[in-house]
Nanobody
Framework: QVQFVESGGGLVQAGGSLRLSCTVP????????IGWFRQAPGKGQEGVSC????????LYADSVKGRFTASRDNAKNTVYLRMDKLEPDDTALYYC?????????????????RGQGTQVTVSE
């Protein structure tokens, strides 16, 4: 069973920063594109970012472009999402996922595995 584990969420004031981490014990992330999704209460799932393994492409939703940065550290088997200039509209449950492909095809892909998520709450 592939179980993603996210961490790094919390409560932050608007304008602040957080860095989310995503790892999978016993599963090598190196070869796979990893997506970050979020879901706010009463809203649908939104693809926020996707970082490829093979072609180096990183995708961002327009709503976070210029504020969020995805990266990966293969030595630590971890993918990160650095979130700066946070806004109240960024409040959501954030989770990472993969469709087991090497490269990102889109932000809102159908994933095979995902984690339970980490809550991000941004206050005014």
């Amino acid at each position: 069973q592939v179980q993603f584990v996210e961490s790094g969420g919390g409560l932050v004031q608007a304008g602040g920063s957080l860095r989310l981490s995503c790892t999978v014990p016993g599963f090598t992330l190196d070869y796979y594109a990893i997506g970050w999704f979020r879901q706010a209460p009463g809203k649908g799932q939104e693809g926020v970012s996707c970082i490829s393994s093979g072609d180096g492409i990183i995708l961002y939703a327009d709503s976070v472009k210029g504020r969020f940065t995805a990266s990966r550290d293969n030595a630590k088997n971890t993918v990160y999402l650095r979130m700066d200039k946070l806004e109240p509209d960024d409040t959501a449950l954030y989770y990472c996922a993969t469709d087991e492909l090497s490269n990102c095809r889109s932000l809102n892909f159908y994933y095979a595995y995902r984690g339970q998520g980490t809550q991000v709450t941004v206050s005014e």
